[in-house]
Structure formats: C-alpha cells, structure tokens
C-alpha cells in the first residue's frame, strides 16, 4: 500500500511519539497505517462533496431541527 505525502510528512511526528511512549514495532505501524486510512478517507469525502456540486456545505449541526 503506498504511503501519501501527508503520511510521509507525518512519520516524524508519529517516531517521535512512538519513542516517547515506548510503543511497539506492531504499534507504530497500526498508528502509520491508522493515520493513512484516515487521510483516505478524508479525502474520500472532501472529493465527493466536491463531485456533488451542492451550492454550499452545511453540517447536521448547522441545520434548524427544531421547526
């Protein structure tokens, strides 16, 4: 599974933590893999929203529940 830039960029940040809280190889790579699916996904839905064309993007905690 290639990594993207922002998990590369990222990789610093998660050694360090990794070194800081004496985590395991297992650990480290499960945060590594963990921060890219994330990123997927982020990114998933940023291109779907974009794909839609709705004419502005509003969350459910914006909306007017109460009427």
Same mark, same amino acid.
């Given at each position: ?5 922002? =998990? ?8 360090? %933590? ?5 985590? =395991? ?21 940023? %291109?779907?929203?974009?794909?839609? %064309?709705?004419?502005?993007?509003? =969350?459910? =905690? ?6």
């Amino acid at each position: 599974m290639p990594y993207s830039v922002e =998990t590369a960029s990222e990789l610093p940040e998660l050694f360090r %933590k990794a070194e800081q809280a004496s985590w =395991t190889y297992r650990e480290l790579v499960q945060e590594i893999v963990c921060f890219e699916l994330r990123k997927r996904e982020e990114k998933s839905i940023q %291109k779907r929203l974009k794909w839609a %064309k709705f004419p502005y993007h509003k =969350t459910l =905690t914006e909306f007017n529940l109460s009427d």
